[in-house]
């Protein structure tokens, strides 16, 4: 997508398009999770394979026939679209370029955009892999049996992604410059991010619980629209590999999170339980049962 909006978005609706296209795989989410659990009751577990599958190969064979790399090549695109987008872009050259490795791996602002991308999705990864077991040992509540509880997380970074983007947009293009925004938009998701998973790890109730992890979701969404776009700003010809290098490294959480989750989170239970479990032994231990002696035989 980075090297599809290399070609075709005007600079100051970047985040907006480039936002739209990210939310497509968490609606993408929201509508897979009823969908499968249908599939699977009508027709078994192996539709859940099959049926997806079938709907990829009939995506390709649309995105084939109508989406091009340039807007030059659309043969739909109007004439003022076209100049409009040529205009914005610059004079954009189809000669093949060199790719200036040792540019790229000593860059600040690529290993920023890279630490960024790290950080969230270590955060995104860990409730994914983490939130059922932290549920179910603490609150004696099962996500699985509830669908659009599982799905509401991906529905808030939906709508927060698209409506973020466009706001993006409209600060940078009347009150804030382009680094300005993207570091907004970063500290901002990053810091709410915190500070509701902190206000989870210290509540007792299920709802209140599932509200702050839905709002860290929600919220770590800006932070997103803001990295996620940023390869775009600073190299746009070379955006495309330069998001393939941050997502590779950002796909790193996914198995280390689990990881060290599982060795940081020994004791199981939540403040509650291990309160009155300790009440329990220290009273015990202050007031033993009181033994009787056996009787002697006569």
């Known amino acids: 997508m980075h090297a599809v909006w290399s070609q075709w978005a005007p600079p100051l609706e970047r985040t907006q398009l480039a936002s739209i296209a990210f939310s497509g795989s968490y609606v993408g989410t929201v509508i897979a999770y009823p969908a499968c659990g249908l599939l699977a009751d009508q027709f078994g577990w192996a539709a859940n394979f099959y049926v997806p599958g079938i709907v990829g190969l009939l995506w390709v064979l649309i995105w084939f026939a109508i989406v091009k790399d340039r807007p030059k090549d659309d043969p739909h695109i109007s004439k003022e679209e076209l100049r409009y987008i040529q205009d914005t872009l610059g004079n954009i050259s189809d000669e093949k370029i060199s790719i200036p490795w040792k540019a790229i791996f000593t860059s600040m602002p690529v290993w920023a955009i890279v630490c960024a991308h790290f950080c969230e999705n270590w955060g995104f990864y860990t409730l994914l892999t983490q939130l059922p077991k932290f549920m179910q040992d603490t609150l004696n509540f099962k996500l699985s049996g509830s669908g659009f509880i599982s799905a509401l997380p991906y529905l808030v970074i939906s709508i927060v992604i698209q409506v973020s ?20 938009y970063t500290c901002t998701g990053f810091i709410s991010q915190t500070i509701f998973m902190f206000a989870a790890s210290h509540l007792t109730h299920p709802a209140a619980v599932i509200l702050c992890l839905v709002m860290a979701c929600g919220l770590g969404a800006l932070a997103l629209t803001s990295y996620s776009v940023n390869h775009l700003d600073i190299a746009p010809k070379y955006a495309s590999l330069l998001m393939g290098l941050s997502n590779t490294i950002a796909t790193l959480p996914g198995m280390i999170s689990p990881i060290v989750a599982g060795n940081l989170v020994q004791n ?12 329990a032994e220290e009273s ?15």
């Open 284 to 298: 015990t231990r202050l007031n033993p049962p009181a033994t009787t002696s056996e009787e002697e035989p006569e």
């Open 268 to 279: 199981k239970v939540s403040r509650k339980e291990q309160a009155a479990l300790s009440e």
């Open 165 to 184: 983007g466009y706001l993006a947009d409209w600060l940078r293009s009347t009150h804030l410059t382009t680094t300005q925004t993207r570091k907004l």
